[in-house]
Nanobody, 126 residues
């Protein structure tokens, strides 16, 4: 059992930056892939970024490539999402998730992730 808690969301102007954190407060996700997803009102939950178990393979949604960076600190049981050059279209609730199926290549679909955080709101004003 893994319990995840996100933090770092908030209100920022377009062009600004935020860093989201995801901590495993119960259990450890060192042997899981970690994904960040986001969901805007009326839209599906989409992959933002994911990182594999060994932290040597990452993948990103097309709309965030070159602007967002996912990383993880395994000893600290924490994953991060650095978001730069934020746009109003990035406004959503951001979720952290852990997947057992990500030893080499992290999965991209939400259904492949077993554990989820409660989400953190990111709002980008124009």
């Amino acid at each position: 059992q893994v319990q995840l808690v996100e933090s770092g969301g908030g209100l920022v102007q377009a062009g600004g930056s935020l860093r989201l954190s995801c901590v495993a407060t119960q259990g450890t996700f060192s042997e899981y892939a970690v994904g960040w997803f986001r969901q805007a009102p009326g839209k599906e939950r989409d992959l933002v970024a994911a990182i594999n178990w060994y932290a040597d393979y990452t993948r990103y949604g097309d709309s965030v490539k070159g602007r967002f960076t996912i990383s993880r600190d395994i000893p600290k049981n924490t994953a991060y999402l650095q978001m730069n050059s934020l746009e109003p279209e990035d406004t959503a609730v951001y979720y952290c998730a852990a997947s057992w199926y990500g030893t080499t290549i992290p999965p991209v679909i939400p259904a492949a992730y077993e554990y989820w955080g409660q989400g953190t709101q990111v709002t980008v004003s124009s």
